[in-house]
């Protein structure tokens, strides 16, 4: 992947009398992303270096990627990373975390890995109330292996395996893994945030903060969703893909905080959420 | 612990030279007959003494990735299992291959295949050392026969599991693991310093300092070419050790007619069919493989040139039989004799098979 | 010298700890010892087993299949291990429970009626110090002084107000058995 020499692309930039509106964080490397325009990852990436950078713990940060179209997530951010097995990344940082507990530490992981293979770690991670800060991207779909049906594809969403829609009958229901793990005390602040335009992109970065700034605290798990497009997976332009995102997902998955504090947040009704949640039946 | 005449089961020796080795942290999963081993470290509590980590995964699977990811920050980091639980641990032994991190991982081994027994058996040979997951790799493999070298060899582990950055696997059986013999402790080692831990791991990703840039721990490699360099470097790492790290032990060699070749507790039940051998004129000897991988294929070969026949004893259908007739290159009449399953061979049966598979 | 024995009875009479305290007796002699059990479902209420070596020598092989010496506290151990006594080896068991007599003629055989002895005076919980006492008596082979070595390191130091107990039924097992054949 070829890097460009961003320092002297912006001397000459200047020079043509361009003005600067915005620098990118040095927590960022400035390798070339490999994700598709349009997608969250990269900015979930910023959010995420940007926290790292303003709280001033480059230095004491160790991430953890996943399997997934993250996977190369280590070339991205300029802290210590590891790369885990599909779905062992919440183990890998336990232990990161336990072993060095003066380090910042995250995993950085999409649905098919937090919310299939690695359920199990990831549950037990939360269960333990591992002080560690959890994001997961769900985009409803493997975007890596080509747009498979992952654990939170919706009920009649068509993916490579669903290309009739999924069907509760044959694949069971979308897992809503965030309100799951609100259910157990070892979670300590539980959101679900997005990053489709400013705004929403301006509440997960606080969103982020806080569950970084929770590591502090020693009082258990933070976990960050961000719901995400996937505009190639999803066959749509990245316009086209928000547009849908907030149509079908947000029904699906309600963006906002849902347990902060250790406390359920005001307003939402877990029970309702896991158990009685209505189910949007795409056409 | 200071040094101190004890008596002591297999799996609480290596619980204590976790402890006395300064091991950063242990992450396991109960499994007989190897559970003795958490749960000694449990009731020592080294966390308060020594600052260890010790934590109960909820798979053996999470286990193994922890080993990874406490490993990865350069620290010591240790797992234990028996045959079924290790087997679960195969992904994550490549990865920390892969990945090169040191580790230490203690197999208890008991009778297979699927859940098996809980009985001692020696049938996971082929899954240490021929490569129990995917890819080129191998896990420096030593095999104690008593519960001093459970101890022992646990300091041994660590000096080459950082000399080489690369995990090493201590197989050991049920029979090894649940029987109380003598044993010497040692002299406690300090965990190490913070300095220690960057001069020892300065690959470690335990937070990247100013002056250097960010540690990278992982396996995946898209270029084709690129991973085949690394495949290369990981060949020559284990070529070292072929000719550096190889153990074995001899006895009664020099004047033998006929050697049995054996490793772990099979090797102590030769031994004495070695002697019921020697009482009635029959001029046996031992050739004890302590590591599995490196196999000491020079010096076996060497030995075997002088004797007439080998009689490889193991508890498993024939395993490390394969490795002995690669080193003699088949020049010498080689046989198997094990019983497996769990069933543990009696010193007479090994004498038996070889005066009937060998002397006949 | 080296003496291989097994002890074998049911789960719960005490044959493992019976077998550690042995052998940890031997170990303060400065003898070579090792202590190998059965284990799994059997220790839970079934049949349990251990073999101990004692030795001036370096042990070969924890594992043995003939013993010196077999103690045996039920039928079930002694149809198992009568044949694995050694020629003119020894045989002790206590007649509780027992209805097959052992019938080796090529070793010595003698009985403990530990049990019985145990619960008349209400000392079941030593009972296999009992039986112990009486194995020491015809094999002396770890003096008085490092058995009580080997009760304080076999047992925990808040049980140790118990060790004089568990002497004294190490003395009434010696004075317990009784030859029903020699050789």
Not at chain 1, 37 to 64: F, N, S, W
Not at chain 2, 146 to 158: G, I, K, L, R
């Amino acid at each position: 992947m070829a890097n460009i020499d961003i320092e002297a692309r912006k001397q000459e930039l200047l020079k043509e009398g361009y003005t600067e509106v915005y620098t990118k964080t040095k927590v960022l490397t400035d390798a070339v992303m490999h994700y598709c325009p349009g997608c969250g990852h990269g900015t979930t990436h910023r959010l995420i270096a940007e926290v790292i950078d303003e709280m001033g713990i480059q230095d004491k940060t160790v991430g953890v990627s996943p399997v997934g179209c993250s996977v190369l997530a280590y070339n991205y951010f300029d802290v210590d990373f590891q790369e885990a097995a599909h779905g062992r990344a919440p183990a890998v940082a336990t232990a990161v975390k336990r072993l060095n507990p003066e380090c910042y530490v995250f995993t950085y992981q999409g649905d098919g890995d937090l919310a299939a293979i690695g359920t199990a770690e990831t549950i037990h991670a939360a269960n333990r109330g591992e002080n560690i800060t959890m994001i997961f991207v769900n985009n409803g779909i493997y975007g890596m292996t080509g747009g498979q049906m992952a654990p939170t594809t919706l009920v009649g969403m068509r993916s490579a395996t669903t290309p009739y829609g999924r069907r509760v009958d044959l694949n069971g229901y979308p897992l809503r893994m965030t309100e799951l793990l609100a259910t157990l005390p070892g979670t300590y602040y539980v959101t679900r945030q997005s990053v489709q335009n400013p705004g929403a992109v301006r509440k997960a970065k606080a969103a982020i903060r806080k569950a970084f700034e929770n590591q502090k605290l020693g009082k258990g798990l933070s976990f960050v969703e961000i719901l995400s497009n996937c505009n190639s997976g999803w066959k749509m332009t990245p316009v086209a893909a928000n547009k849908w995102m907030e149509d079908n997902m947000m029904p699906n998955y309600p963006v906002g905080d849902i347990k902060v504090d250790g406390k359920i947040a005001e307003g939402i009704d877990v029970n309702r959420l896991v158990l009685d949640h209505p189910l949007t039946v795409m056409q | 612990m200071a040094r101190e005449l004890k008596l002591m089961k297999g799996n609480e020796a290596i619980a204590q030279a976790m402890i006395a080795s300064g091991t950063d942290g242990y992450f396991g999963y109960p499994i007989t007959p190897q559970s003795e081993v958490m749960e000694t470290l449990m009731a020592e509590k080294p966390w308060e003494t020594t600052g260890m980590v010790v934590l109960q995964a909820e798979s053996e699977v999470s286990s193994i990735n922890m080993v990874y990811g406490g490993a990865a920050t350069g620290k010591k980091v240790a797992t234990s299992s028996s045959s079924p639980g290790i087997s679960l641990m195969q992904e994550g032994l490549t990865y920390l291959a892969g990945a090169e991190i040191p580790c230490v991982i203690v197999n208890v081994m008991r009778g297979g295949p699927g859940l098996g027994t809980i009985q001692p058996s020696q049938s996971d040979y082929f899954q240490s050392v021929k490569g129990g997951g995917h890819g080129d790799y191998q896990l420096y493999t030593l095999a104690p026969a008593s519960v001093q070298e459970m101890y022992d060899f646990v300091f041994d582990a660590w000096d080459i599991a950082f000399k080489y950055r690369n995990p090493v696997l201590i197989l050991s059986d049920g029979a090894i693991g649940q029987c109380m013999e003598k044993l010497y402790t040692r002299d406690n080692i300090a965990r190490w310093t913070e300095e220690e831990r960057r001069k020892n791991a300065p690959w470690g990703t335990f937070g990247k300092p100013a002056d250097r840039g960010h540690n990278i721990i992982t396996s995946l490699e898209l270029e084709s070419a690129r991973q085949e360099v690394f495949n290369h470097k990981l060949q020559a790492k284990y070529a070292e050790m072929k000719e550096k790290e190889v153990r074995f032990e001899t006895i009664n060699c020099e004047d033998a007619d006929y050697i049995f070749v054996a490793y772990g507790s099979s090797s102590r039940i030769a031994m004495k069919a070695m002697q019921m051998a020697r009482e009635k004129g029959i001029k046996v000897g031992l050739f004890r493989l302590i590591t599995l991988f490196p196999f000491p294929t020079k010096q076996l070969a060497e030995v075997a040139k002088r004797v007439k026949g080998i009689l490889c004893v193991e508890m498993s259908a024939g395993q490390m039989i394969e490795d002995v007739k690669l080193a003699t290159e088949c020049n010498v009449k080689t046989e198997h004799f094990g019983r497996f399953g769990g069933i543990i061979p009696t010193p007479t049966e090994v004498l038996e098979a070889l005066e009937n598979k060998i002397i006949k | 010298m080296t003496e291989e024995i097994i002890i074998a009875g049911f789960g719960g009479q005490g044959v493992l700890s019976m077998g550690k305290i042995l052998a940890y007796s031997g170990v303060m002699q400065n003898k070579e010892v090792s202590w190998m059990p059965s284990y799994g479902p059997e220790m839970r209420g079934g049949t349990a087993n251990v073999s101990v070596i004692i030795s001036d020598e370096r042990i070969s092989s924890p594992i043995i299949n003939q013993f010196d010496t077999a103690i045996i506290l039920n039928q079930q151990s002694l149809d198992k291990f009568e044949a694995s006594v050694k020629p003119g080896g020894l045989l002790i068991y206590d007649p509780n429970g027992i209805t097959h007599e052992p019938t080796r003629k090529d070793i010595n055989i003698y009985k403990i009626a530990a049990t019985a002895k145990a619960q008349e005076l209400g000392i079941s919980k030593v009972f296999n110090m009992v039986v112990l006492g009486g194995f020491l008596k015809l094999k002396p082979i770890v003096d008085k002084q490092y058995i009580h070595e080997g009760l304080e390191h076999s047992l925990p130091q808040r049980h140790w107000n118990l060790i004089p107990q568990n002497e004294e039924a190490i003395e009434i097992g010696k004075g317990l058995i009784e030859a029903v054949q020699t050789l």
